[in-house]
């Protein structure tokens, strides 16, 4: 018997990923990105901080978030799932150096949408919360995209 997209993924399900913010890490992912300063590219919250220096772009932190919730995706069966809607809020910067735990939670399935609800938590090693925000996941019913 086949399961429906509701029956899946339960309520609570979680999928973690851990990462230390490295300088080498960040100027690969500016190089593949055509971004060639990406250290002085910080956000408006990081510039307010009294430490402006050696903080991870919001850029590089949102490539983080995405592969973390592509993990959680790819434990759907074939032909796997997309992220339909993506919601950020950056609490701190992100010093280079900085151990993340990116935990991403499936809050509810909502039938009417088709859509996985997800929420996504970013926080140090120290458990100091980086970013907050929350995802859209939909499966998909077929590999190619309607026209």
Not at 14 to 30: C, N, P, S
Not at 132 to 140: M, T, Y
């Amino acid at each position: 018997m086949e399961r429906t997209h509701h029956t899946l993924f339960p309520d609570g399900f979680r999928h973690e990923v851990q990462k230390t913010v490295t300088a080498r890490d960040i100027y690969l992912w500016a190089a593949l990105i055509g971004d060639r300063a990406p250290v002085s590219r910080v956000s408006a919250f990081a510039q307010q901080a009294t430490i402006v220096h050696h903080i991870a772009p919001d850029a590089y932190l949102t490539s983080l978030v995405v592969v973390s919730a592509a993990g959680l995706a790819a434990r759907l069966p074939p032909p796997g799932a997309i992220m339909t809607t993506l919601r950020m809020h950056f609490a701190a910067p992100v010093l280079v150096g900085t151990t993340l735990s990116v935990v991403v939670t499936v809050a509810t399935w909502d039938s009417v949408t088709g859509l996985y609800w997800l929420d996504i938590r970013m926080t140090g090693a120290d458990g100091a919360l980086a970013m907050v925000g929350a995802a859209g996941l939909r499966p998909r019913t077929s590999l190619l995209a309607a026209v």
